[in-house]
């Protein structure tokens, strides 16, 4: 049976230095690959001219880059683009999806971190999909370095399909290779990782990374919150916000907290005025969303009367509040409809 080779792209500088000691190559050599992937992003190591062939010949019978293109691209008439790639799991070949978001002098990407997702939220079309595979570092990092306007790239969110702190190892290497020194070196205030709340994969996130956080609320009343988010069960946002307010928010990194609108279920003064409360004392903002309905979410759009309302309470009692544009809804890439399909 033929060996599997060993992807290079999501390895971070320790286990590089791990692998050439492996191969017998000097140390330095670890340093000259992080160079050639992550600064130069070759898709080949022949490309590696640095490296003397007989150790370029010695890592192409183990290793490979890793990369891959995308498979397809949908454009919205707003200039979003979605991406679909091809990703390997232990299961079965599978996809995932990238949304590219073009905003004047700023270029999101909302990157995927697991094939569908475990925690069920009714609202989100990738949680109604189930669990099919977390994805490796490499995986996460494809998604950039692998689409042409990376170049462009000012920001990335990990707002896509899956909870990051499900496969928090991945996410931590991907995040890892982005801003230290031997990688990207971009600031973590670029990065953005959101959560539905597993508070030991977020106390383990906050020790050890810089990035801001983005915490899935969508209500402050924890018996609504478990009907639409299952995870209230295991992590209710009570222990959630305890574990926030044990950090410092006023240095760079910045907390803020999504709250879907929901027609006549979270979207009036009572719900304000919780939201209020509960987060009193954090420094953060709060991130309007427009809901975007599909069959398979029983819930339907505030209006935008009822949202510019909620909004103006929020922001009079103190609590900063924006509404988040709706890019790519007419291509399924919006908040909560990333589907993967092929």
Same mark, same amino acid.
């Given at each position: 049976?033929?060996?599997?080779?060993?992807?290079?792209l999501?390895k971070?500088?320790?286990?590089?230095?791990?692998l050439?000691?492996d191969?017998?190559?000097?140390?330095f050599t670890a340093k000259q690959?992080?160079?050639?992937?992550y600064r130069k992003?070759?898709?080949?190591?022949?490309?590696?001219?640095?490296?003397?062939?007989?150790n370029?010949?010695r890592?192409?019978?183990?290793?490979?880059i890793?990369?891959?293109?995308?498979?397809?691209?949908?454009?919205s008439?707003?200039g979003?683009?979605?991406?679909?790639?091809g990703?390997?799991?232990?299961?079965a070949?599978?996809? @995932?999806e990238t949304? *590219?978001?073009?905003? %004047?002098?700023? +270029?999101? $990407?909302?990157v995927?971190?697991?094939? #569908?997702?475990?925690?069920?939220?009714?609202?989100?079309v990738?949680?109604?999909?189930?669990?099919?595979?977390n994805?490796?570092?490499g995986d996460?990092l494809?998604?950039l370095?692998?689409?042409p306007e990376?170049e462009?790239?000012?920001?990335v969110?990990?707002?896509g399909?899956?909870?990051?702190?499900?496969?928090?190892?991945a996410?931590l290497?991907?995040?890892?290779?982005?801003?230290?020194?031997w990688?990207?070196?971009w600031?973590?205030?670029?990065?953005?990782?959101?959560?539905?709340g597993?508070?030991p994969g977020?106390?383990r996130?906050l020790?050890?990374?810089?990035c801001?956080?983005a915490?899935?609320?969508?209500?402050?009343?924890?018996a609504e919150?478990?009907?639409?988010?299952? @995870?209230?069960r295991? *992590?209710?946002?009570? %222990?959630?916000? +305890?574990l $926030?307010?044990?950090?410092d928010w006023s #240095?760079?990194?910045?907390l803020s907290f999504?709250?879907?609108m929901?027609?006549?279920l979270n979207d009036?003064?009572?719900?304000a005025?919780?939201?209020?409360?509960?987060?009193r004392?954090?420094d953060c903002?709060v991130n309007?969303?427009r809901f975007?309905?599909?069959?398979?979410?029983?819930y339907?759009?505030?209006?935008p009367?009822?949202?510019?309302?909620?909004?103006?309470?929020?922001?009079?009692?103190?609590?900063?509040c924006t509404?988040r544009?709706?890019?790519g809804?007419?291509?399924d890439?919006?908040?909560?409809?990333?589907a993967g399909?092929?």
């Open positions: 049976m033929k060996e599997e080779k060993i992807d290079l999501g971070t500088l320790e286990q590089l230095q791990q050439c000691a191969l017998g190559f000097p140390r690959l992080c160079d050639w992937l992003r070759v898709d080949s190591i022949d490309a590696m001219t640095n490296l003397s062939l007989a370029r010949e890592l192409n019978s183990v290793a490979r890793g990369r891959s293109y995308p498979v397809r691209c949908q454009v008439r707003d979003t683009k979605k991406y679909l790639f990703v390997e799991t232990p299961a070949p599978a996809h @995932v949304v *590219y978001i073009p905003d %004047d002098d700023r +270029a999101t $990407l909302c995927s971190c697991q094939v #569908g997702c475990k925690m069920g939220c009714r609202f989100c990738t949680g109604q999909q189930g669990f099919h595979g994805l490796s570092a996460i494809n998604q370095f692998s689409i990376f462009q790239l000012t920001n969110v990990f707002m399909m899956g909870e990051p702190m499900d496969n928090l190892d996410v290497a991907a995040t890892s290779v982005l801003t230290s020194d990688g990207l070196g600031s973590p205030k670029r990065i953005t990782v959101s959560s539905v597993i508070v977020l106390k996130f020790d050890e990374s810089q801001h956080l915490i899935s609320l969508h209500t402050p009343l924890a919150r478990l009907q639409m988010m299952p @995870v209230e295991a *992590y209710p946002l009570a %222990d959630v916000l +305890a $926030l307010r044990r950090y #240095g760079q990194r910045r999504e709250y879907t929901f027609r006549g009036d003064q009572a719900h005025a919780r939201l209020v409360d509960a987060l004392g954090l903002r309007l969303i975007h309905e599909s069959p398979e979410a029983p339907s759009t505030s209006t009367s009822t949202i510019k309302s909620f909004q103006d309470y929020l922001n009079r009692h103190g609590l900063t509404l544009a709706s890019r809804q007419d291509i890439a919006a908040c909560g409809l990333l399909r092929q």
